[in-house]
């Protein structure tokens, strides 16, 4: 029998890329990977292709595109990336291409990677944090927990995620260098949990549940590979990186007044975190990614694998 085609969206980022590598890592899976990118010749996607995946250019912002690159494939991940413009509904219309396109396609099992709906954990008149964009309290999850809507319907797995440990190293998350030589770690998070996972990790709960197949449809799997408060994940770096991490934990208010591009998005995220640790961690478990992914790894074995990228 051939082996089944699965598009990925986002294959040249964190998460489509470690679904594509999953695949690509897996030759005898039974699968095969096509990469979808508005850029089949940027380094990325010539690498993929280097690998053994199809490379197909496509635009979320196109559904037409969308549409051929789902042609012909029994498997689409399906995210959107908020970050590239910081709008909710850019990002609601994006997915809707996605389902749409998924949906004329016929494609036989989707996976959709979404976030819950931080809305429902607070009344509409809470004012412990400030709506953005109207009427979102975090946009870029309630954004997704929308969109959810659009994909009912479609044989679609719903993939809540986490976050990822790899923003240390790509979102500028990693604690800064203080004139003490010390890193500080400023977050509103008290000493609260922070779900975290490898974004590699992601990519393979994803390839396992294209695998599994079947019994995953119409499921939502929310996923983490381990839960810590922030002062634990300092004394991780510190011990594995030799220098000294300190966490200093602020309130929201304050965080959300840093200035930088996303602070009010990212104050609200953290604030939900921290407000809701029991509702988020709920929503999220080891156990069903390790059933997936069995190298599930721990922040520890993350720390170990991406020691040289992370800059402290
Ligand atoms: N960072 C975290 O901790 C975290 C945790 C949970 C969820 N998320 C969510 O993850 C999403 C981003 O995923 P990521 O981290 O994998 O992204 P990423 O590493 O920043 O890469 C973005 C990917 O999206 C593709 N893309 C963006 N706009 C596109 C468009 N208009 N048409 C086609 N492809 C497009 C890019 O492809 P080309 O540039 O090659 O076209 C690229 O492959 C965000 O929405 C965020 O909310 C992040």
Redesign the pocket.
Same mark, same amino acid.
């Given at each position: 029998m051939a082996d089944k085609i699965i598009a990925v &969206?986002?294959? #040249?980022? *964190? %998460?489509?890329g470690a679904l594509a590598s999953a695949i690509l890592n897996d030759r005898n899976g039974g699968f095969t990977c096509r990469a979808? #990118?508005?850029?089949p010749n940027?380094d990325?996607?010539r690498e993929l292709a280097a690998k053994g995946a199809e490379v197909v250019r496509?635009?979320?912002?196109d559904r037409a595109s969308l549409e051929k690159a789902f042609a012909g494939a029994h498997g689409a991940y399906c &995210? #959107? $990336? +908020?970050?590239?413009h910081f709008s909710a509904e850019k990002?609601k219309a %994006?997915a809707k291409h996605l389902a749409e396109a998924a949906k004329a396609a016929g494609v036989k099992h989707v996976i959709w *990677?979404t976030?819950e709906d931080t809305r429902k954990l607070m009344a509409a008149g809470d004012t412990r944090m400030p709506m953005l964009q109207q009427k979102y309290r975090v946009p870029?999850f309630d954004a997704k927990a929308e969109a959810d809507a659009y994909f009912q319907g479609l044989p679609v797995t719903f993939l809540v #995620? *986490? +976050?990822?440990w790899d $923003?240390l190293y790509m +979102?500028g998350m990693a604690p800064k260098k203080g004139e003490d030589g010390n890193y500080n770690w400023t977050l509103p998070m008290g000493n609260k949990r922070l779900a975290g996972i490898a974004a590699e990790d992601i990519g393979k709960v994803a390839y396992g549940i294209f695998k599994a197949g079947q019994q995953y449809v119409g499921k939502t799997v929310g996923i983490t590979g381990e839960n810590l408060t922030l002062s634990e994940m300092s004394q991780k770096l510190s011990a594995a990186l030799g220098v000294d991490v300190t966490y200093n934990a602020v309130e929201p208010d304050a965080y959300r007044s840093f200035g930088f591009p996303g602070a009010d998005e990212m104050g609200n995220m953290f604030q939900v975190y921290r407000d809701f640790e029991r509702e988020v961690l709920g929503a999220r478990s080891a156990e069903a990614a390790r059933s997936l992914d069995p190298e599930l790894q721990s922040f520890d074995q993350w720390i170990a694998k991406n020691k040289s990228k992370i800059p402290l």
């Open positions: &969206v986002g294959a #040249t980022g *964190s %998460q489509g979808i #990118t508005r850029d940027k990325k996607a496509a635009d979320l912002d &995210v #959107t $990336n +908020f970050w590239e990002e %994006q *990677s976030l870029h #995620t *986490s +976050f990822y $923003n +979102f």
